[in-house]
Nanobody, 123 residues
Framework: VQLVQSGGGVVQAGGSLRLSCVVSGRAFERYAMGWFRQAPGKEREFVAAISWKDDNTLYSDTVKGRFTISRDNAKSTLYLQMNGLKPDDTAVYYC?????????????????WGQGTQVSVSS
């Protein structure tokens, strides 16, 4: 399984970015997907997840209302639209594929990861 990320970069507070994650080697439409992030000196934390079954979504409280996770099964691609970015959103963002559950924020369910992409938000 390969997950290849793109997007990210440097943006001012209040700005927007979109991350993408292309999946190969698995039937993308059959698996839940998620985004996590890791800031320097901190553990990787849950950001958002999307179900494989009915496109239900789940968000951490810190990004709810600002970020939107979506998927395009025809393109085997996962997206994270990030609006209203804050300096605290600065981190390396990772997409992950959940081969076990319908949808979860539990990092242990995610078996494969993208390479990570840096998002930096200046104040």
């Amino acid at each position: 399984v390969q997950l290849v990320q793109s997007g990210g970069g440097v943006v001012q507070a209040g700005g927007s970015l979109r991350l993408s994650c292309v999946v190969s080697g698995r039937a993308f439409e059959r698996y839940a997907m998620g985004w996590f992030r890791q800031a320097p000196g901190k553990e990787r934390e849950f950001v958002a997840a999307i179900s494989w079954k009915d496109d239900n979504t789940l968000y951490s409280d810190t990004v709810k209302g600002r970020f939107t996770i979506s998927r395009d099964n025809a393109k085997s691609t996962l997206y994270l639209q990030m609006n209203g970015l804050k300096p605290d959103d600065t981190a390396v963002y990772y997409c992950g594929i959940d081969l076990v559950t319908i949808m979860t924020d539990d990092i242990s369910a995610y078996e494969y990861w993208g390479q990570g992409t840096q998002v930096s938000v200046s104040s």
